[in-house]
C-alpha cells in the first residue's frame, strides 16, 4: 500500500474512538481502484496505484489535524469491459453497488456524516453516481465522487499539464495511454515494461469518417469493451510517456485533491436540506 504520511487510517481506529470525533467535519475518504489489465506495458493494479499515490500526494498539504479517516482501499470494482483479458477481476454491477452501500451504512453508523470517494478507475464514473445517490437518500450522507484524472492538473507555475496532451490522445487515449503510464513510471516504474511500450491506435478513429456524430464524444455514450478498441487492450500513446511530466501530474492532482479535501471537511451539514413535509419517504 501507498504511504500517506499522517493521514489517519479508519482500520486503526478502536471503537471507543468514533465518540470522540468532530461529526461536523470529519470526512471518510474511500480510494476506490480496480484489479484489471491495462494493456501488455502496465500491471493490474494501475487504478488502485494511481487512486492511492494521489491520495499520498495530497498528504504533505494538508494540516496534520485534519479531521481525515482514510477507509482501507477497494481494489476490486466493476472492470467488466476488461474480463476479455486474464489476470482482470470484477465485481458484477449490482454486486459492486451493494459493496459500496454496505460501506456507507458502516460509515454512517460510525457517527461519520462525509464521505469522499477517489477513484481510479473510468468504468466506476456511472456507478458512482448510483452509488452515491443512494448514499445520499438511504443514510443522509454528505457524499461526493471525485476522479483524480478530472482534478486540476495545474503545474506550480500556473501550466495546465493536460494541455500537454495532444488533441488526439485527450479523446483517443482512453486506458493506458500517455496519462496513465507517465503517472505509473512516476510512481512505479518498475512495474512498467518498457519493451511493450507503444502508440495504441483506438479503432474508434476508424469510425469517425462514417458516423461522425455518433463518434464525436458528446451525443453518444458507446458501451464499449476494451477489446472493441484495441485487440492489446490499451489506448492511446503510451510510448511518449515520461516519467517527470507523470510526477508533476501526481504532485498537481495532490494538491489539487487537498484543496478539495479541505473544502469538504469545512463544507456544512446544513447543505443536507430536509425532505419536504408530506412528501414521499426517502429511500
Given amino acids: 500500500m501507498t504511504h500517506r504520511p499522517h493521514l489517519r487510517r479508519w482500520a486503526d481506529l478502536a471503537w471507543t474512538d468514533f465518540a470522540a470525533l468532530d461529526a461536523a467535519r470529519t470526512l471518510a475518504v474511500l480510494p476506490l481502484g480496480a484489479t484489471e489489465q491495462h494493456g501488455p506495458h502496465l500491471p493490474l493494479g494501475v487504478d488502485t496505484l494511481l487512486a492511492e499515490g494521489v491520495l499520498a500526494a495530497a498528504a504533505p498539504h494538508l494540516p496534520h489535524d485534519a479531521p481525515l479517516l482514510v477507509l482501507p482501499t477497494l481494489a476490486v470494482g466493476l472492470s467488466t469491459e476488461h474480463t476479455a483479458y486474464p489476470g482482470t477481476l470484477s465485481l458484477q454491477p449490482e454486486t459492486a453497488l451493494a459493496l459500496l452501500a454496505d460501506v456507507a451504512a458502516g460509515v454512517a453508523r460510525a457517527g461519520v456524516r462525509k464521505l469522499l470517494i477517489l477513484n481510479g478507475h473510468g468504468g466506476h464514473v456511472g456507478l458512482l453516481d448510483v452509488a452515491t445517490r443512494t448514499m445520499r437518500m438511504r443514510h443522509g450522507l454528505l457524499v461526493w465522487s471525485v476522479h483524480w484524472w478530472q482534478l486540476p492538473l495545474i ?98 492532482a495532490g494538491r489539487a485533491l487537498a484543496q478539495l479535501l479541505l473544502e469538504a471537511m469545512d463544507a456544512p451539514l446544513t447543505m443536507l436540506a430536509a425532505a419536504p413535509p408530506g412528501g414521499p419517504s426517502q429511500a
Fill in 155 to 252: 503545474d506550480t507555475d500556473g501550466h495546465d499539464l493536460e494541455g500537454d496532451l495532444g488533441a488526439s490522445e485527450r479523446r483517443w487515449g482512453v486506458h493506458a495511454g500517455q496519462l496513465e503510464t507517465a503517472a505509473m513510471l512516476a510512481l512505479a516504474p518498475h512495474l512498467v515494461r518498457h519493451a511493450a511500450l507503444q502508440t495504441f491506435v483506438s479503432r474508434r478513429t476508424e469510425h469517425v469518417p462514417r458516423q461522425p456524430t455518433l463518434h464525436d464524444g458528446r451525443s453518444a455514450k458507446w458501451a464499449w469493451a476494451m477489446h472493441d478498441l484495441h485487440p492489446l487492450g490499451a489506448a492511446g500513446d503510451a510510448a511518449a510517456a515520461d516519467a517527470s511530466w507523470g510526477r508533476r501530474v501526481i504532485e498537481a
